[in-house]
């Protein structure tokens, strides 16, 4: 069983930057996918970023585009979002999740991610 730890979350004014960080305790397989997943308050979740493993290709949301960068080390296991100029609206419980068999295609709905971490709370104030 995989097992996904976040951290890096916190509270910041708009403007400013994070990188959240995911830990997993095993080997991603070469054919999952990796995504961050956002819950703002009142809202449903989304999944913001993802990235697909054997063939690197990523997805982002339009909300986050142009500000979010997620990216991987692969000999740690360990996931990144880094956001940078953050808005208020960016507020919201981050959970990194996993797509064991996403092979070459986006995993960008929440009912294809197999694995989940407990999240980190990020909040922006203006």
């Known amino acids: 069983q995989v097992q996904l730890m976040e951290s890096g979350g916190g509270s910041v004014q708009a403007g400013r930057s994070l990188r959240l960080s995911c830990q997993a305790s095993a080997s991603t397989l070469s054919n999952g996918c990796l995504g961050w997943v956002r819950q703002a308050p009142g809202q449903d979740r989304e999944v913001i970023v993802s990235v697909t493993l054997e063939n690197s290709l990523t997805y982002y949301a339009d909300s986050v585009k142009g500000r979010f960068t997620i990216s991987q080390d692969n000999v740690k296991n360990v996931l990144y979002d880094q956001m940078n100029n953050l808005k208020p609206e960016d507020s919201g419980m981050y959970s990194c999740?996993?797509?064991?068999?996403?092979?070459?295609?986006?995993?960008?709905?929440?009912?294809?991610?197999?694995?989940w971490g407990q999240g980190t709370q990020v909040t922006v104030s203006s």
């Open positions: 999740a996993e797509d064991r068999l996403c092979f070459k295609h986006r995993a960008t709905a929440l009912d294809e991610y197999d694995y």
